[in-house]
């Protein structure tokens, strides 16, 4: 029996073939011999994968899948006792192919560890290049790159001179999943615009208009544009009646990451039916519950979200990739610990967030799970979530996910305004909101403010009337001139009081006007005498004009007030001196259009 095995039946698109049926049957049913019966055994397991989307053999789901399964236990129990290496290798991979799914992770890694120590033993082309696939497989599950690459370069030249042509673009998409998972997202992109165009005529190939929606879903979703695909997706689902499921879920998370809830919403909830029992449990089924896991967040809906966290727990320690790794959906633990946190049980999301940061290499999905874990901590840990949602911001920027980094960038800012982290100072609506440790306020906008948060940002900084005015005239410069106030020794003597109340831990209110008198003596003891009225008329506007806006923010927040009128010092120059020396973070939110 020299047929060949039909295991592009499973991972292409999903298809069933009832003469291929029907001849693997009778291959079974007239096989005598045990190696005949073992491939026999291995091509009608292949030949049934896809046979419950169409009705195509008799049983549900469950028996159709025990079935295959028996197949390939009792081919592999057959090939074990044949000395034949190539044998072996058909047995395990048709265990691989035709179990493919969430029941058989618990196995499949023992498996591919057992096909790539037989692979030298193997003769055959094709199965040697299908060990390499596994491997190639197992590694994009395990988020480990670096040995995906290592491995990938050497299923590349073993397959330079193949006349497989199912095998002569599996490295170049491999090369496009590893650049996304990367953050190299354009390049990632024209790799697989170069695979679909010369691979688009080529029968029987493993890539398909699915797997290039996938990758552009992927990139819209990491650039914020899944609204920009939904026509294409109901395209898409309506035109795949046999993974109705798996589109099904895809528009439903397109429509949720584009606020189109209600109809998000009610895809999810026939989704949902006898918790998800329509999602079948095939090798898509990890990617899909990890997507209808995160409709479940957006949707803030907590009960199916629970069930979902059930399905997902046993796999969060993998990567969701689909098909042969041609794309990933990233840590399965970003959406578990998400769920988890959604739960209340945030022991368990940072167990998951503490996994992904600590296993994962820094890309996209690793800068989001920090963006979620920061998320997560704004009620139990608010100062980790500021570090993390900072950090994540300066990621996601660095990657060119401007509007997931603006996101980060809200989340930090909103913990700032609540009390975390260094001052901030916030321009939206015409109103400055001032969060300080020691009080909140907010003033309309103005000239005073203006100024203010100008020595607010640059504590220490020494800034002249004319910087502060933005007046542009050079001439007004030189027509000042300096005096001393106070002479060598009594700025000697004031700088050591200085250093002495700073050493103190905790002030009296007394030592505290001290201090800041000392402060501005110093600071002032060297001023400027104008020749120019222009000149005099800048510095007595500013100083009206700061005092004015300290005295409006002491109307919302008596100890903010007095913290500036303690810290802020006016003049011909002017500074912000904090007993701290912490700068504050002054934003500006841009208005919308």
């Given amino acids: ?241 046999r993974v109705a499921p798996n589109w099904d879920t895809g528009l439903a998370f397109a429509l949720s990451e584009a606020d189109e809830l209600d109809e998000a919403a009610e895809l999810f909830s026939e989704l949902a039916r006898d918790d998800f029992a329509v999602v079948p449990r095939d090798l898509n089924w990890l990617v899909t519950m990890q997507l209808l896991g995160l409709i479940a967040l957006t949707l803030d809906d907590r009960e199916r979200g629970r069930v979902i966290l059930d399905a997902l727990r046993p796999f969060a320690h993998l990567d969701a990739t689909h098909g042969s790794g041609y794309a990933s959906y990233g840590p399965v633990a970003r959406v578990a610990a998400s769920l988890a946190a959604r739960q209340g049980d945030h022991d368990e999301a940072e167990s998951w967030y503490d996994f992904i940061l600590s296993t994962r290499p820094l890309g996209p999905w690793t800068s989001l799970a920090l963006l979620d874990r920061s998320i997560s901590r704004r009620d139990t840990n608010p100062a980790g979530a500021l570090q993390d949602a900072t950090e994540a911001a300066g990621q996601l920027r660095d990657l060119g996910l401007d509007g997931w980094a603006s996101e980060a960038t809200s989340v930090a800012e909103q913990l700032r305004l609540a009390g975390q982290g260094d001052p901030i100072a916030r321009l939206e609506d015409c109103v400055w909101v001032l969060r300080h440790p020691c009080g909140t306020a907010r003033v309309g906008a103005g000239v005073g403010i203006d100024y203010l948060v100008q020595l607010l940002a640059q504590p220490g900084e020494l800034i002249d009337v004319l910087e502060l005015e933005k007046i542009t005239d050079p001439s007004l410069q030189n027509q000042a001139v300096v005096e001393q106030t106070l002479d060598r020794s009594a700025r000697l003597a004031y700088g050591r009081r200085v250093t002495e109340l700073e050493a103190i831990d905790s002030l009296t209110t007394a030592e505290e006007e001290e201090l800041s008198f000392l402060r501005r003596e110093i600071s002032g003891s060297q001023h400027f005498v104008s020749t120019s009225a222009e000149l005099e008329r800048a510095r007595v506007r500013v100083t009206k004009a700061i005092r004015r806006i300290i005295d409006d923010i002491s109307d919302s927040s008596a100890a903010l007030g007095g913290h500036l009128r303690g810290s802020v010092e006016t003049g011909r120059r002017c500074t912000y001196r904090p007993a701290d020396g912490a700068a504050w973070s002054v934003m500006r939110a841009k208005n919308p259009d």
């Fill in 1 to 241: 029996m020299t047929d060949r095995l039909p295991w592009e039946i499973v991972e292409t698109f999903p298809s069933t073939d009832a003469a291929l049926i029907a001849k693997w049957n009778t291959k079974v049913d007239g096989a005598v011999p045990p190696g005949d019966r073992a491939r026999a055994l291995i091509g009608r397991s292949l030949a049934h994968y896809w046979a419950v989307q169409e009705g195509a053999a008799e049983g549900n789901a469950e028996e159709i899948a025990n079935t295959r399964t028996g197949d390939v236990l009792e081919a592999l129990t057959l090939a074990r006792a044949e000395n034949s290496a190539d044998l072996l290798a058909e047995a395990l991979l048709g265990n691989l192919y035709a179990t493919w799914g969430p029941d058989s992770y618990s196995t499949r890694a023992q498996i591919v560890h057992e096909l790539a120590g037989l692979r030298d033993d193997v003769t055959d082309e094709e199965l040697r290049l299908r060990i390499l696939e596994w491997v190639v497989l197992e590694h994009f599950d395990n988020a480990d790159l670096d040995d995906a690459n290592t491995v990938i370069e050497l299923f590349a030249v073993e397959a330079a001179d193949t006349e497989l042509v199912l095998f002569r673009r599996r490295e170049t998409l491999w090369r496009g999943c590893i650049a996304m998972l990367d953050g190299r997202i354009d390049e990632s992109l024209q790799t697989n615009q170069d695979a679909i165009s010369s691979t688009a005529n080529t029968a029987g190939s493993p890539f398909s208009f699915q797997n290039v929606a996938i990758t552009i879903a992927i990139e819209r979703y990491f650039r914020r544009g899944l609204a920009d695909v939904l026509d294409s997706l109901r395209s898409i689902r309506a035109s795949s009646p």
